[in-house]
């Protein structure tokens, strides 16, 4: 089954605004990464949460994991045009099979 | 190190011909999964594999599909008389053994298109 649903599944905004992307997934996890992807190439990795920790920052970018809620945010802040891409969440599920599951991504637009 | 290989980018088939993608993975990583893209949709899992070994097939097609990983040489998905429904990107990624599937490495795919 599809795990990691991103919401919303298209967004645009201006040139300076933030961006908060949100992804939900089903069971247990160890940890959850996002990823990027321009149309057409392949995905970039942009930053992995640990199941046991809560908020994590990487240059513009803010994640948060709420393991209650199994739910997750990603936060752009002061979005550049170059962010124009689509951006998906990937869990780690705890045992069972290890692979990356993926979700339906969210499709940003920055608008200049 | 130049990152996990796919080709070709770019492959074209008829409807009924069989489709061979390649991958090869990051130098010492000796794990490799395969993931299908359908338009404007996020990834699915295919398929995990080590040298020689399959460890998870649960997301590939029962029919027309198989994928290998041997001893040398590339990964290779392979598809039997492909249909138009294949169409997609299939995306490789790699790692070396991480219980946290920390460190995996995606290739650039390959877009199959088929006629």
């Known amino acids: 089954s599809q795990q990691g649903e991103e919401d919303p599944q298209a967004l645009s905004i201006q040139e300076g605004e933030n961006a908060t992307m949100n992804c939900s997934y089903k069971?247990?996890?160890?940890?959850l990464q996002w990823y990027r992807q321009n149309s057409g190439r392949g995905l970039v990795h942009l930053i992995l949460?640990?199941?046991?920790?809560r908020e994590k920052h990487s240059g513009r970018l803010r994640v948060t994991l709420d393991t209650s809620k199994k739910s997750s945010s990603l936060l752009i802040t002061a979005s550049r045009a170059a962010d124009t891409a689509s951006y998906f969440c990937a869990s780690w599920r705890q045992g069972g099979s290890e692979k990356l599951v993926f979700g339906k991504g969210t499709k940003l637009t920055v608008n200049p | 190190n130049a990152g996990v290989m796919q080709n070709p980018r770019h492959l074209v088939r008829r409807r009924g011909q069989e489709a061979r993608l390649r991958c090869s993975p990051m130098?010492?990583?000796?794990?490799v999964y395969w993931y299908r893209q359908l338009p404007e949709e996020g990834l699915k899992f295919m398929v995990y594999?080590?040298?020689?070994?399959?460890?998870?097939e649960s997301g590939m097609p029962k029919e027309r599909f198989s994928a290998e990983f041997p001893k040398e040489g590339p990964s290779i998905l392979r598809i039997q008389q492909v249909v138009r429904g294949d169409s997609a990107a299939y995306f490789c990624?790699?790692?070396?053994?991480?219980?946290?599937?920390?460190?995996?490495?995606f290739g650039s795919g390959t877009r199959l298109t088929v006629v």
């Open positions: 069971t247990s996890i160890n940890n």
């Open positions: 949460i640990r199941s046991n920790e």
């Open positions: 990624a790699s790692s070396l053994w991480d219980s946290t599937g920390n460190g995996y490495t």
């Open positions: 130098k010492g990583h000796s794990h």
């Open positions: 594999l080590q040298k020689e070994n399959i460890i998870d």
